[in-house]
């Protein structure tokens, strides 16, 4: 597979070659990157424009940025586009909407490359890698989701630090941390969130004031139910790291003192099923759903029990009701399609499947099991 890189010819243009199109003084004595069509191929001189120049020095900004001459490079592109930040973001942004992740991911890298100390630059790029993540583990592929989870954390770290403080930082960073089971970490940086906001400047602006309002409504649900216990997040990253059955204790210490926290019922239902107690896990997602713990990963995990009892009729209607609340959600089709096998019905099965590939065509688990329904 090639290189990125393999797709740059170094070229030698005279000093005015460019002037009346750029404005910008050419160095004759520094060659300039051009971005070939096709890395495989000679480049045809006739094909050289101003846009592969910027193409090529995009690549390097992306997987060059040590590149000796880069600064010149930069200040070349800045020269003529002054506004490259802006058309760069909006197009990954386009992209990530587009589920076009690879081309997303590149055009981060070359804003990065560009400026790499840029804030918003960097709180966009935690926004990306975690929502990659979830793209990977809706597609089960979860040691890929933990690497972008990574990836995410160490931007926002950067995010948070930035100065001034950016709110929305905070704010979104909370939101991921919420995520991880981390509800002390969200509680602070809501808590952040709402102190950076307050001025009269803030006051008529109604994104501003919906979003203090969801903070502020997270931090009372988390104070209520002891989300924040030492207790709680100790359980879930047990159960993360594939220590089921300390994150049991934890979570069975907890219920002691919080037997109406749904989201504690949750985690014990998660381990119990991670460890194949399907029979006590499905017990403990009921509880999740008895106390109002109505969400598509609840019904997901109470499905997958049923399921695996053979008690199908009620984990479809498990699976049903989550795709009641998340129409789009892939995972969901995906165990939808692997119920119909387990029942015997492989069309009803492949038509799931392909309704999947529909969303994400990268599923690697799908598109093996279609491979061998062939």
Same mark, same amino acid.
């Given at each position: ?14 000093? !005015? ?12 004595? /520094? ?25 090529? =020095? ?6 060059? +940025? ?10 070349? $592109?800045?020269?003529? @586009? ?15 909407? !587009?589920? %076009?992740?690879? /081309? ?27 929502? #990659?993540?979830?793209?990977? @583990? !809706? ?5 890929? +989701? !933990? ?20 709110? %929305? ?13 981390? &509800? ?44 924040? %216990? ?24 907890? $219920? ?16 119990? #099923?991670?460890?194949? #107690? ?5 017990? &403990?997602?009921?509880?999740? =759903?008895?106390?109002?713990? /109505? ?8 499905? /997958? ?7 199908? +009729? ?27 096998? #387990? ?8 038509? *799931? *499947? ?8 990268? %599923? ?11």
């Amino acid at each position: 597979m090639n290189h990125p890189l393999d797709s740059i010819l170094f070229i030698q243009l005279p000093e !005015n070659a460019l002037y009346e199109d750029t404005g910008f003084h050419l160095d004759p004595s /520094i060659m300039l990157p051009v971005q070939k069509p096709n890395a495989n191929e000679d480049f045809n001189p006739k094909a050289l424009s101003w846009d592969g120049i910027l193409a090529g =020095i995009l690549t390097l900004l992306a997987y060059d +940025a040590d590149n000796e001459h880069i600064a010149y490079y930069k200040s070349l $592109l800045l020269h003529t @586009r002054p506004n490259i930040k802006l058309e760069l973001t909006e197009a990954a942004i386009l992209k990530i909407k !587009n589920e %076009d992740y690879d /081309i997303a991911e590149e055009i981060f890298l070359s804003l990065r490359g560009l400026d790499s100390e840029d804030p918003i630059t960097i709180l966009n790029s935690a926004l990306f890698y975690e929502q #990659r993540a979830e793209s990977y @583990r !809706n597609s089960s592929l979860h040691d890929d +989701a !933990n690497a972008y989870e990574e990836k995410a954390h160490s931007y926002y770290k950067k995010a948070l630090h930035a100065e001034p403080p950016i709110a %929305d930082a905070f704010f979104n960073a909370a939101f991921f941390y919420l995520k991880q089971k981390n &509800a002390s970490q969200a509680k602070d940086y809501f808590e952040t969130y709402i102190a950076l906001c307050q001025g009269e400047e803030f006051e008529q602006d109604e994104t501003v004031q919906n979003k203090i309002e969801k903070a502020q409504e997270i931090i009372n649900d988390i104070n209520s139910k002891n989300l924040d %216990d030492e207790l709680f997040k100790s359980a879930y990253d047990f159960i993360r790291l594939g220590q089921e059955e300390k994150g049991l204790e934890a979570i069975k210490q907890f $219920l002691k003192k919080n037997p109406k926290v749904w989201n504690a019922w949750f985690l014990l239902g998660w381990a119990l #099923r991670r460890l194949e #107690r399907f029979s006590e896990a499905k017990e &403990a997602f009921l509880q999740c =759903i008895a106390l109002d713990g /109505i969400n598509v990963d609840v019904y997901n995990e109470c499905a /997958i029990c049923y399921m695996e009892e053979g008690s199908y +009729a009620e984990s479809k209607n498990m699976l049903y009701k989550a795709l009641q609340l998340e129409g789009e959600n892939t995972k969901i089709m995906s165990n939808l399609g692997f119920l119909a096998l #387990r029942e015997g019905n492989v069309e009803e099965a492949r038509s *799931f *499947f392909l309704s999947v590939l529909e969303f994400d065509p990268d %599923d690697a688990l799908v598109l093996a099991t279609l491979e061998s329904l062939k």
